[in-house]
């Protein structure tokens, strides 16, 4: 179970503690205790997952819903439509959204394939901009594509970063020291999550799989997130070689092996993140 607790979650920006609103933060952290395992949370609830008092919760929950961001029954709350204002704003304004989605509905045009671009936030992979087709089945063999998006990899999806090429890739760009701490706080908060059989749940199996990545600079995942899918990932670098994203492709494993995939489909990205630095 996803804990949002606001002693916990870094900044990006970091600042003086005057400087910090405590009411802002923890009302941040009740309306990030909100995900597909938790659709519906009460005060109690609430306040065991982002880490403060249930006064403190039920106090948060009742303004967000004045405010439009969260629909209640008087008992259970949860997400209003409203919250999508963010992320609508972001996707419509933010540069590297708007500068890669050209260039995947090429590459999905080109291979009939699906590929995304992902960040890296915490110990999930959020995909910010994506373009393809799903591949189906038809029997004997055969496949067909439909211009569909696959079931779960909308905008705004996030995947566990341990068991997607794209979270790899991006923990592989990281210092190694800082990875290192990563997986050591991801041990003590427990067993990595297990997503299907084929899932590196090992800590230190899963730092050498990110050591590989960064010497290949890119990474193959294959039915580690989803039985029958497998997924290949590069990292995306601007001008100055940071590491700003990851940009992969996904594959039914019936329609190509994760060699064949590294084979026909990595210089096509290569080539895309080549195309993309000078735009970042």
């Known amino acids: 179970m996803a804990i949002h607790r606001i002693d916990s979650a870094a900044g990006a920006f970091p600042i003086a503690k005057p400087d910090l609103i405590e009411g802002m933060a923890k009302g941040m ?8 395992q938790r659709q519906r949370l009460n005060a109690t609830l609430a306040a065991e997952r982002a880490g403060i008092t249930r006064a403190a919760a039920r106090r948060h929950l009742l303004t967000l819903a004045h405010l439009g961001y969260l ?3 008087g008992s259970y709350f949860w997400l209003a439509a409203k ?25 999905a045009a080109q291979a009939q ?4 671009a992902a960040v890296l936030d915490g110990d999930e992979v959020v995909i910010i901009a994506r373009s393809g087709f799903e591949w ?10 439909a211009r569909v998006l696959a079931h779960g990899l909308h905008l705004g999806a996030r995947l566990p970063a341990h068991a997607t090429s794209t979270g790899r890739v991006l923990l592989a760009a990281k210092p190694k020291a800082e990875v290192s701490a990563w997986l050591k706080a991801r041990a003590e908060a427990g067993p990595l999550p297990r997503l299907t059989l084929h899932t590196t749940t090992d800590a230190r199996k899963l730092k050498s799989l990110i050591d590989q990545v960064r010497l290949d600079d890119f990474c193959v995942a294959s039915e580690e997130h989803e039985l029958g899918v497998t997924a290949l990932a590069v990292p995306l670098r601007d001008l100055q070689g ?33 195309e993309l630095r000078p735009l970042l």
């Open 242 to 274: 940071r590491t700003v994203a990851a940009i992969n492709v996904v594959s039914s494993s019936q329609r190509l092996m994760p060699q064949a995939l590294q084979r026909e489909l990595l210089p096509l990205l290569l080539d895309a993140t080549r």
């Open 71 to 73: 629909e209640t029954d």
């Open 113 to 116: 394939a699906s590929f995304s």
């Open 83 to 107: 919250v999508l204002r963010f992320s609508g704003s972001y996707l419509a304004t933010a540069r590297l959204p708007r500068a890669v989605q050209p260039t995947l509905n090429r590459l």
């Open 136 to 145: 189906k089945i038809l029997g004997e063999g055969q496949t067909a594509p």
């Open 29 to 36: 952290a009740v309306l990030e205790s909100f995900d597909t």
